[in-house]
């Protein structure tokens, strides 16, 4: 299939993904919309992605590896001993070879943003308001003001979508959401679908790696290689390194899993679900609880690297998922974090965004129309988001709401843990592109 208009909502992961799939794809015309003004780098948080998932969006042409990235091989999960027999990083419960590349977000967004083709049109600031064309039971009526007609100047075309922002409604071919968490192309795909509450929270926190030598041991006390999960009653750590933003330099970053304090507000008047708080606007008297929960729950060493962290680079966000019912309606079509939202024990989020626009790109090729194209993916890609979603569940529940006891578990025992959790499903870090969730998994890592 050749030509038609696609307009994009969101321009971070999934949207720079798609955007380049649908103009290598053979769109005409690719209108990429984004709310947030002038470039988003600073988005400064890490991501891994699995050596596996890697390597095989590598070959496929949708990850490049000259896009800076650090190597990780080995997860050291630890936990407090109150003896201190162990020495400042904690008891060793596992050593568990893991291979994955860790990136900054801001990074990888800046390698997938380059790599559009030139003919791209991105336009940041732009707010899409609502969308239509999903062709639903009810009317095709979007998820704006209820109007049904379709552009300003033209008729009714029940076979175009379109976006709304604040310079009016533009007609497109198709519009694809990648509009992440709250998507407003979510809500006309499948308007009862809303992420789910997990039940507990994360803070995230990144600095510049040079400051581990002010800790007693220095940064050497913790390998370049290592993933450590810091594992406590309620929670664990993940802390990490990631490139920095300038070429050279190096990130610590982490994420804490933990109870939602009792002061996070819910979203809206009419919720229980909290909001998070972005960097920079965390009241410091709020991170003395942060500092306090490390120094009571974490090894000294990985208490005192959470420590470590400035003021303004913690933020504070709670852990939600969604498995949506379908991911595409009419021309309307979900695409990453808007189609599925998986806790991030999975390690799998940008993987399947980037696996998401393969998969468009491989559909779109050999698809003789749109009516041939939007079913193939979302039969697709619909299927491994739910068994993303189930797996990130179960993930969750096993190391964060209802985690063993730390003091009762050895080496063999942890291993057998982390076997049952991956049982059946082989999806830690995503699924292979090349084979389908219900087949038999490799063996867990
Ligand atoms: C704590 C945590 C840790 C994670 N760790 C990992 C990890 O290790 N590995 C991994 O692979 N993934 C991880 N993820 C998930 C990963 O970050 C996401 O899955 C990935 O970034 C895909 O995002 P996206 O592009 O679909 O959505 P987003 O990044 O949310 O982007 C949506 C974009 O749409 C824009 N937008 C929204 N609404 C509108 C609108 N109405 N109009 C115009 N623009 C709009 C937004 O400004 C934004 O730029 C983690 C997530 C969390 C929360």
């Not at 936990?79 to 900054?104: E, I, K, Y």
């Not at 290592?226 to 990490?240: F, H, K, S």
């Not at 972005?278 to 609880?289: K, Q, T």
């Amino acid at each position: 299939m050749r030509g038609g208009s696609v307009a994009v909502v969101g321009g971070s992961i999934a949207g720079c993904a798609f955007a380049r799939a649908a103009a290598r794809g053979g769109a005409e015309r690719v209108t990429v919309l984004e709310r947030s003004p002038g470039r988003l780098e600073d988005r400064g948080v890490g991501l891994c992605v699995v050596l596996d998932r890697y390597a095989e969006l590598v070959r496929a042409g949708h990850l490049d590896d000259g896009i800076r990235h650090h190597p990780l091989t080995e997860r050291h999960w630890v936990a407090a001993d109150p003896g201190g027999a162990h020495g400042p990083r904690g008891r060793v419960l596992w050593v568990q070879p893991m291979t994955m590349n860790s990136f900054h977000w801001g990074v990888l967004w800046q390698g997938l943003r380059e790599r559009a083709p030139d003919g791209v049109e991105f336009r940041a600031g732009t707010t899409v308001t609502a969308v239509g064309g999903g062709g639903t039971a009810d009317g095709d009526r979007g998820n704006g003001n209820g109007s049904d007609d379709v552009g300003s100047g033209g008729g009714r075309d029940d076979r175009q979508a379109w976006v709304e922002t604040a310079d009016g409604r533009e007609p497109y071919d198709l519009v694809v959401g990648a509009d992440g968490h709250r998507s407003v192309v979510r809500a006309a795909v499948c308007p009862d679908a809303r992420p789910e509450y997990a039940g507990y929270v994360c803070w995230r926190g990144s600095f510049d790696a040079r400051l581990l030598d002010r800790l007693p041991g220095g940064g050497a006390r913790w390998p370049a290689h290592e993933v450590i999960t810091a594992c406590y009653p309620g929670g664990q750590v993940v802390l990490y390194r990631i490139p920095g933003l300038t070429p050279g330099t190096t990130l610590v970053n982490w994420v804490f899993y933990a109870s939602a304090p009792a002061w996070l507000r819910p979203v809206d008047d009419t919720s229980a679900d909290p909001d998070g708080i972005p960097a920079g606007s965390l009241d410091p008297a709020r991170l003395d609880e942060l500092a306090e929960l490390a120094d009571r729950h974490l090894p000294p060493y990985w208490a005192e690297v959470v420590n470590l962290t400035p003021v303004g680079r913690i933020l504070l966000q709670p852990i939600h998922d969604l498995a949506t019912p379908r991911r595409t309606a009419g021309r309307l079509l979900l695409a990453g974090d808007a189609a599925t939202l998986v806790r991030p024990h999975n390690t799998s989020g940008a993987a399947k965004a980037l696996q998401d626009a393969c998969a468009f790109e491989a559909a779109w090729r050999t698809a003789d129309g749109w009516d041939d194209l939007l079913p193939g993916y979302d039969r697709e890609r619909g299927a491994v988001g739910r068994a993303l979603v189930d797996l990130g569940r179960r993930l969750g529940r096993a190391q964060v709401t209802g985690a063993p006891d730390w003091t009762a578990i050895d080496e063999a025992g942890m291993a057998d843990w982390w076997r049952e959790q991956l049982a059946g499903t082989g999806g830690f870090g995503g699924l292979s592109l090349d084979r389908p969730p219900n087949s038999t998994p490799p063996g867990a890592r």
